[in-house]
């Protein structure tokens, strides 16, 4: 791609940022008003025939002072002025690009967990809907579980999956015979499942009952043998989470986030990555974006030490280094990720 065409994709997407917002189902609920506000919005941006991705996130700093960031492929805009009383939402957005600057406002309304207002600036207005980010089951994701039977230590592989409702599905992998799992619940921590297996000649019904606290699972497999306890720990567990990236190219340094979710899938920005690879400290994951007839491809390559992530982002346009730190937030309430 000549790199004309691709300054004018980058301009184009920082107008853009500017200028509009649409929704994006999520399929949860916010907190009431009264709580405070929290979490990630995710938005569809609509300019003119042309749409794109992108994140509203809430959080608040060490006084408690609410703050927000816009997240798109492009990067992370710390937004100015944000304020949400009694439902109504505004703030203040500016966008950066070489000598170039764009402001525009925001307000609209937070109800129910739906958010609908309209983005304005000189280049005029553009509606906005959005609706809460589905909360991720602290379960979801590989487990290692160990126990022991018959004086042997046994270690297989849990497998928990949430689709786009929120309805788990599991996996028993083992070496030691099928195993099929059912009826997964997850509430306030506990972690409940039924298990059919069958070893050689000889089948069996089992049922699972344990607890997540961070990284670990500690349960009891009970059947007609009596209980045996298990105990489990998170596949990736150091590289799952938040990480705010620096990312540094030809034009500069930007921010960006990374987030890693418990199945080892992700986004970067807003844009969707399929597996997150992890072995030996080593990390690496790719992903695509189209843009009009265009197809623009990244690979990150890079590696995972004192939780530090860095490496190298390479595309059709060169290489940018990146450098993440892991973002480390105080638990609300169990069972949420």
Same mark, same amino acid.
């Given at each position: 791609?000549?790199?004309?065409?691709?300054?004018?994709?980058?301009?184009?997407?920082?107008?853009?940022?500017?200028?509009?917002?649409?929704?994006?189902?999520?399929?949860?609920?916010?907190?009431?008003?009264?709580?405070?506000?929290?979490?990630?919005?995710?938005?569809?941006?609509?300019?003119?025939?042309?749409?794109?991705?992108?994140?509203?996130?809430?959080?608040?700093?060490?006084?408690?002072?609410?703050?927000?960031?816009?997240?798109?492929?492009?990067?992370?805009?710390?937004?100015?002025?944000?304020?949400? +009383? @009694? &439902? !109504? =939402?505004?703030? %203040?957005?500016?966008?950066?690009? $070489?000598?170039? *600057?764009?402001?525009?406002?925001?307000?609209?309304?937070? +109800? @129910? &967990? !739906? =958010?609908?207002? %309209?983005?304005?600036?000189?280049? $005029?207005?553009? *509606?906005?809907?959005?609706?809460?980010?589905?909360?991720?089951?602290?379960?979801?994701?590989?487990?290692?579980?160990?126990?022991?039977?018959?004086?042997? *230590?046994?270690?297989?592989?849990?497998?928990?999956?949430?689709?786009?409702?929120?309805?788990?599905?599991?996996?028993?992998?083992?070496?030691?015979?099928?195993?099929?799992?059912?009826?997964?619940?997850?509430?306030?921590?506990?972690?409940?499942?039924?298990?059919?297996?069958?070893?050689?000649?000889?089948?069996?019904?089992?049922?699972?009952?344990?607890?997540?606290?961070?990284?670990?699972?500690?349960?009891?497999?009970?059947?007609?043998?009596?209980?045996?306890?298990?105990?489990?720990?998170?596949?990736?567990?150091?590289?799952?989470?938040?990480?705010?990236?620096?990312?540094?190219?030809?034009?500069?340094?930007?921010?960006?986030?990374?987030?890693?979710?418990?199945?080892?899938?992700?986004?970067?920005?807003?844009?969707?990555?399929?597996?997150?690879?992890?072995?030996?400290?080593?990390?690496?994951?790719?992903?695509?974006?189209?843009?009009?007839?265009?197809?623009?491809?990244?690979?990150?390559?890079?590696?995972?030490?004192?939780?530090?992530?860095?490496?190298?982002?390479?595309?059709?346009?060169?290489?940018?280094?990146?450098?993440?730190?892991?973002?480390?937030?105080?638990?609300?309430?169990?069972?949420?990720?």
């Amino acid at each position: 791609m000549r790199k004309t065409t691709f300054t004018r994709a980058v301009l184009l997407l920082c107008t853009v940022l500017v200028v509009s917002a649409a929704a994006q189902p999520a399929g949860q609920s916010a907190r009431p008003a009264r709580r405070g506000l929290w979490g990630d919005y995710q938005l569809k941006v609509q300019f003119g025939e042309r749409q794109m991705n992108a994140i509203l996130s809430f959080s608040r700093d060490s006084e408690r002072n609410l703050t927000a960031q816009w997240i798109s492929f492009w990067g992370v805009i710390d937004l100015k002025d944000v304020k949400f +009383e @009694e &439902g !109504k =939402l505004t703030f %203040v957005q500016i966008v950066q690009f $070489g000598d170039n *600057e764009w402001t525009s406002n925001f307000t609209g309304t937070i +109800e @129910e &967990g !739906k =958010l609908k207002g %309209v983005l304005s600036s000189d280049r $005029g207005e553009s *509606e906005v809907e959005g609706q809460r980010a589905p909360r991720v089951p602290r379960a979801v994701g590989n487990w290692t579980m160990t126990f022991t039977v018959r004086d042997r *230590e046994v270690t297989s592989t849990l497998v928990i999956k949430a689709d786009e409702e929120g309805e788990l599905t599991g996996e028993w992998q083992s070496e030691w015979g099928e195993h099929q799992v059912t009826d997964v619940t997850y509430e306030r921590g506990n972690l409940t499942f039924k298990r059919k297996s069958k070893f050689q000649d000889r089948e069996w019904e089992s049922t699972f009952e344990g607890t997540v606290r961070g990284d670990t699972l500690s349960g009891t497999i009970k059947s007609e043998m009596g209980e045996i306890a298990a105990e489990g720990e998170r596949v990736g567990a150091a590289l799952i989470g938040t990480w705010n990236l620096e990312v540094t190219g030809e034009r500069g340094t930007r921010k960006q986030r990374l987030q890693v979710n418990g199945d080892m899938t992700g986004l970067y920005g807003t844009l969707p990555i399929k597996k997150v690879n992890l072995q030996d400290g080593q990390v690496d994951f790719m992903m695509s974006m189209e843009f009009g007839d265009q197809t623009f491809e990244m690979n990150f390559k890079g590696k995972l030490e004192e939780s530090k992530l860095t490496g190298e982002m390479t595309t059709s346009r060169g290489t940018s280094k990146i450098v993440g730190t892991k973002v480390i937030r105080r638990s609300r309430r169990p069972g949420s990720m």
